[in-house]
């Protein structure tokens, strides 16, 4: 590796890279951690207007799921979350980003699939809790702009999640499945 040094946004998210070649024997270097934040998005449409719009009624419980649907964000341990919750009709699972072709979503009225959106932040806002399931994750960007509209968020113990969790109350960690 090339460098007179390193910039992480925080510790543990350079634990992603321990298993790439050379990695290790360039770790010596200097090393500074930068933690990254954002700026606060504006919610343009309200909570119970955009439930409406989705298809979510006011007293279900919106699960949010914003990301790559593959298994290193988790999005199998996802589904297999709600095959166990999947009859709960006041319960809602709302995915957000890339559809897979080797994962296929449940088919289900409490299941629903959004694609690509441009405007996560109205998502986060209506939903009562946002999964970040990864099994590994370098520092997850949509964790800090959930944390900061207030939306609670449960994730698991890697990378930068490990790092940022001292910082809020709003923020789960859980163990990997």
């Given at each position: 590796?090339?460098s ?7 510790e ?10 050379g ?11 930068v ?5 606060e998005?504006v ?11 989705i298809?979510?009624?006011d007293?279900c419980?919106l ?13 199998d341990?996802?589904?297999e979350?709600f ?8 319960l ?7 559809p ?17 959106i ?10 009562d ?5 990864n ?14 509209h ?9 990378g930068?999640?490990i790092?940022?969790a ?9 163990d990997?499945?």
């Amino acid at each position: 590796m090339h460098s007179d040094g390193f910039i992480f946004p925080s510790e543990h998210s350079r634990d992603l890279y321990r298993a790439f070649p050379g990695f290790e024997k360039s770790i010596n270097k200097p090393t500074r951690f930068v933690k990254t934040g954002c700026v606060e998005r504006v919610v343009t449409k309200d909570r119970a207007q955009y439930r409406r719009e989705i298809g979510v009624d006011d007293d279900c419980f919106l699960v949010a799921y914003i990301g790559r649907h593959n298994t290193i964000k988790g999005y199998d341990l996802l589904i297999e979350a709600f095959d166990q919750l999947k009859d709960d009709q006041r319960l809602r699972f709302v995915c957000a980003g890339a559809p897979s072709t080797l994962l296929s979503c449940p088919q289900s009225t409490n299941w629903i699939e959004l694609g690509y959106i441009n405007d996560a932040y109205n998502l986060m806002n209506a939903a009562d809790i946002l999964v970040v399931p990864n099994r590994s994750t370098y520092y997850d960007l949509v964790i800090v702009e959930a944390l900061s509209h207030g939306t609670i968020v449960l994730t698991t113990p890697t990378g930068g999640n490990i790092d940022i969790a001292p910082f809020t109350k709003g923020m789960l960690l859980m163990d990997e499945c």
